[in-house]
């Protein structure tokens, strides 16, 4: 069983009509709907909750956490930020979506900008799978086409992906690296672009399901316990 935390900061639900329309119960509740497999015990915080719904106890028993925010990044506070950030190291999966770029977790963890282009034109959108043999893309076809999205387009300011497994086409001429994976210490990240909260994206059964395979792939299933630190040498030295 992996227990999976979706994390939304919750606040475009709650005061843009259209985007209430799109996710009456919020796009974490949207999540939780369509990812659920008796593999996965989901729960879900938002930022107006007591320490935004993160407490040590929660991370504790985290091996995936899913990250929507966009409007309040800097309302997320930077001790929050970190305890996340340390759990990432520790080996808990994250997965982190579209404006999540700009967060600041998924910025300390990247090391850079993360700056992108963008535009919001309802533009139609195609994710390339260029990783056929990435279990991320499990159950996908060459492609995922979403009729209307917001445009982000490269330069994407990342660190080079450990993988690349999808490459998003978009109507206007742009292109991005829409779906990359990433190592940080113990813990693996998966950055997938759909999603902008005016669109039914996380309706799309397609995407549902890579984000579904990303909990799977991110999730640790243990791996090896590496030693740091002063070390004593384990075949005598003197000749
Ligand atoms: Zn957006």
Same mark, same amino acid.
């Given at each position: 069983m992996i227990s999976v935390t979706i994390w939304n900061e919750f606040q475009h639900e709650k005061i843009h009509q259209k985007v209430a329309t799109i996710y009456p119960t919020g796009i974490h509740q949207a999540l939780a709907e369509g990812i659920r497999c008796p593999d996965f015990s989901i729960r879900t915080a938002t930022l107006d909750e007591p320490e935004h719904g993160l407490t040590e106890e929660v991370l504790r028993d985290t091996d995936v956490l899913i990250w929507w925010g966009h409007m309040a990044h800097k309302k997320v506070d930077d001790a929050i930020v970190d305890r996340v950030h340390a759990r990432v190291l520790q080996g808990m999966g994250l997965i982190v979506l579209h404006s %999540? *770029?700009?967060?600041k977790i998924f910025k300390k963890l990247m090391g850079t900008t993360c700056a992108l282009k963008w535009r919001e034109a309802n533009e139609k959108e195609r994710l390339w799978v260029?990783? =056929?043999? *990435? =279990?991320?893309?499990? %159950?996908? %076809?060459a492609f995922i086409e979403l009729p209307e999205e917001e445009m982000y387009g490269e330069h994407f300011d990342i660190p080079t992906p450990d993988e690349t497994v999808f490459v998003s086409w978009f109507q206007g001429g742009e292109i991005f690296r829409s779906g990359c994976t990433f190592r940080r210490g113990k813990g693996k990240i998966f950055y997938f672009r759909p999603g902008h909260e005016t669109h039914p994206t996380y309706h799309n059964k397609d995407v549902l399901r890579v984000i579904a395979n990303g909990v799977k792939w991110v999730a640790q299933p243990g791996g090896s316990k590496p030693v740091y630190g002063k070390s004593e040498p384990l075949e005598p030295l003197n000749k």
């Amino acid at each position: 069983m992996i227990s999976v935390t979706i994390w939304n900061e919750f606040q475009h639900e709650k005061i843009h009509q259209k985007v209430a329309t799109i996710y009456p119960t919020g796009i974490h509740q949207a999540l939780a709907e369509g990812i659920r497999c008796p593999d996965f015990s989901i729960r879900t915080a938002t930022l107006d909750e007591p320490e935004h719904g993160l407490t040590e106890e929660v991370l504790r028993d985290t091996d995936v956490l899913i990250w929507w925010g966009h409007m309040a990044h800097k309302k997320v506070d930077d001790a929050i930020v970190d305890r996340v950030h340390a759990r990432v190291l520790q080996g808990m999966g994250l997965i982190v979506l579209h404006s %999540g *770029h700009n967060s600041k977790i998924f910025k300390k963890l990247m090391g850079t900008t993360c700056a992108l282009k963008w535009r919001e034109a309802n533009e139609k959108e195609r994710l390339w799978v260029v990783d =056929p043999t *990435h =279990p991320i893309a499990e %159950g996908i %076809g060459a492609f995922i086409e979403l009729p209307e999205e917001e445009m982000y387009g490269e330069h994407f300011d990342i660190p080079t992906p450990d993988e690349t497994v999808f490459v998003s086409w978009f109507q206007g001429g742009e292109i991005f690296r829409s779906g990359c994976t990433f190592r940080r210490g113990k813990g693996k990240i998966f950055y997938f672009r759909p999603g902008h909260e005016t669109h039914p994206t996380y309706h799309n059964k397609d995407v549902l399901r890579v984000i579904a395979n990303g909990v799977k792939w991110v999730a640790q299933p243990g791996g090896s316990k590496p030693v740091y630190g002063k070390s004593e040498p384990l075949e005598p030295l003197n000749k």
